[in-house]
């Protein structure tokens, strides 16, 4: 098998690439073979860019951000990632679905990562406080997550991974469960936030729509095996309003044009599901 290199620290990337991947691929051994879930991946990723993966299911986009987060090892290729400052964790990841520990309460779930890092009372207080007003869940800090709807879990977890302070925040389709209408929400809620900060984001989502709004640079990912198909840059100025960049024919445009380069994979990838089912 190739070589593989994983290197942490400032030196490993310029000043302003927070994220450099090359030639990165990741081959699965399972019971009928070796399978190849990535294939091939050069990503500079900015410092502070909120960067989008669009592409069909099975591409191997958690993948990615499971190799990003150290959860997963590459198989070959290089993955850099400049260093955090110090006491920093280097990334949080939110997970889709209940990523939330059922026998803590809203703030104590909040407040996990910092907690762990041994942060005095005050600080947790205040960085706990602000992030659950922001989410709108100060009222709701003593309920547990069994007692939430699960638009109010994702929030949760939204201000969990904020309040962590990490360097790279990864969010695995974090609002792809819930309704439309909480979605919009929570996307305006998330840019707000985002505003804030300007963290590294590496966003995955289905919703070419979401990608869009939320997105400085959307990577459109081809059928398995995982590869970068096209790189899109939106255009769009900050601060952005979800409802009035909709309305807006260059909105429908992007959406229009990123929809071209995915229908072709999202087919190809049903025909090798069909394929191997059959
Ligand atoms: N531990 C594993 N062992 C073997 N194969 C795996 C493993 N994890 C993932 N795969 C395979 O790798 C491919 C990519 O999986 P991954 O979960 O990254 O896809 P995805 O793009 O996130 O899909 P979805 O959009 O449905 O969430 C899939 O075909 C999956 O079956
Ligand atoms: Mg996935």
Redesign the pocket.
Known sequence: MTTTTLTEGAAAANQDTKIRIRQLS?V???KTGP?V??DDINLDIPVGCFFMIV????????????ILAGL?EHSSGSLEIASPAANRPGNSMVF?GDSLFPWMTVWENAAYGLTMRGLSKGEIKNVVGHYLSRTGLSRFHDYYPHQLSGGMRQRVSIARAFANDPDILLM??PFSALDEQNKVLLQEELLRIWEETRKTVMF?T?SVDEAVTLGDRIMI?TA?P?RSKVMVDVPFERPRSVLELRARPEYGELVYNIWGHLREEVQRARAQDEGRGS
Not at 55 to 62: A, E, R, V, W
């Open positions: 990741k699965f051994q399972t399978f879930a990535l592409g069909p299911s099975g591409c191997g986009k958690t993948t990615l951000l499971r997963e889709q695995d389709e995955i289905h990912m398995h995982g």
